[in-house]
């Protein structure tokens, strides 16, 4: 079992769909975090999470520690959000990220 | 520089040959990380610098695989003799202090060995 999973593995919206990524973690860790790398493209870190909740434009991250477990929600979801999201988490006794394999959103206009 | 620059960003070569990545992190950052994304896998740990030393190489996959840096700052990803199977994505990312503060990614440089 991977230490990261991530569900579900691809996921196809309607233009303006609220959408959710999930992300569950089985280790002790500092912080998790988001990113998105488009179709050839790099990687750019989404949000960076130890507790609550953070908002960034029309993303929203939370996580849950005593449940293990991050959200990752687009709201209003545009063609331009299409891309691979990616969920990782830095262990408490490490300096690494160990990812999950992501999820592809692709959104339709 | 403003961020971390890979360099080239695609690079084709012939099976038995030797490629050199490179990686150039932002200015002050003073950990470097590799980490290799193959076709339909998640991210894998190559190797962490901290400094000019590596401290963790637990993730080259074979000997014919080695990384050095230079003066904290570039890096140069190594591969000998190389195989089919070393096509793959390398992604170099850069951080302050062992990535409390987070981490932030080059654009990777696409490896595929014909």
């Known amino acids: 079992k991977n230490e990261v999973e991530q569900s579900p593995q691809n996921l196809t919206a309607q233009e303006g769909e609220f959408i959710t990524i999930n992300c569950s973690y089985s280790?002790?860790?500092?912080?998790l975090h988001w990113l998105q790398q488009h179709p050839g493209g790099g990687i750019v870190s989404l949000f960076m999470?130890?507790?609550g909740k953070k908002k960034h434009g029309r993303l929203i991250a939370t996580i849950n520690i005593q449940e293990k477990h991050s959200s990752l929600h687009i709201t209003a979801s545009h063609p331009r959000d299409s891309a691979v999201y990616i969920c990782?988490?830095?262990?408490?006794?490490?300096?690494?990220?160990?990812f999950g394999k992501g999820t592809l959103l692709t959104v339709n206009p | 520089g403003a961020g971390v620059s890979q360099s080239p960003s695609n690079k084709v070569t012939e099976k038995g040959k030797d490629v050199e990545l490179r990686c150039d992190p932002i200015?002050?950052?003073?950990?470097l990380y590799w980490y290799r994304q193959s076709l339909g896998q998640g991210l894998e740990f190559l190797i962490y610098?901290?400094?000019?030393?590596?401290?963790?190489k637990s993730g080259l996959p074979s000997d014919r695989f080695s990384a050095e840096r230079t003066g904290g700052s570039v890096s140069t990803l190594t591969i000998q003799r190389t195989q089919q199977e070393d096509s793959a994505v390398y992604l170099c990312?850069?951080?302050?202090?062992?990535?409390?503060?987070?981490?932030?990614f080059g654009s990777g440089t696409r490896l595929t060995v014909v």
């Open positions: 990312a850069s951080s302050l202090s062992q990535g409390a503060y987070g981490y932030t």
């Open positions: 280790v002790g860790i500092s912080a």
């Open positions: 999470l130890s507790s």
């Open positions: 990782a988490v830095r262990t408490s006794s490490n300096y690494k990220l160990t």
């Open positions: 200015s002050g950052h003073t950990a």
């Open positions: 610098f901290q400094g000019n030393s590596a401290p963790d």
